[in-house]
């Protein structure tokens, strides 16, 4: 058997062959793993700004509940006033009709 006199160069041109196409898909890789920690960094300041809105929003809710007990306890009032002016006006329409049965007994 004579033996290959490129052998070792066909050798070292495989090997070489093998590290480039491992060095294409660490490229590869590292190219998939910055595209994926970009978006996790995009989905996490998403992430953020919408529970911030919610924090705003629960805020804003707590304020309005607020005011609608403040509302619903003027409105109780008002209420409680308009009864009293109803009493008053009727007891002041009984006082004018009597008044006024007591000027036609006089006439």
Do not use: F
């Not at 066909?10 to 590290?19: D, H, I, M, W």
């Not at 989905?43 to 700004?49: K, N, V, Y």
């Not at 607020?66 to 209420?79: I, K, M, Q, R």
């Amino acid at each position: 058997v004579v033996p290959d006199p490129e052998a070792d160069q066909k050798r070292r041109r495989a090997a070489q062959e093998k590290v480039d196409a491992a060095e294409a898909q660490v490229v590869e890789a590292q190219e998939a793993l910055d595209a994926a920690a970009a978006e996790v960094g995009e989905l996490e300041a998403r992430s953020m700004q919408v529970q911030a809105q919610i924090d705003e929003l629960r805020r804003r809710l707590a304020e309005l509940e607020t005011s609608a007990e403040e509302v619903d306890d003027e409105l109780s009032d008002a209420e409680d006033v308009r009864s009293e002016a109803e009493a008053a006006l009727a007891a002041a329409i009984r006082e004018r009709e009597a008044d006024v049965a007591a000027l036609a007994r006089l006439r």
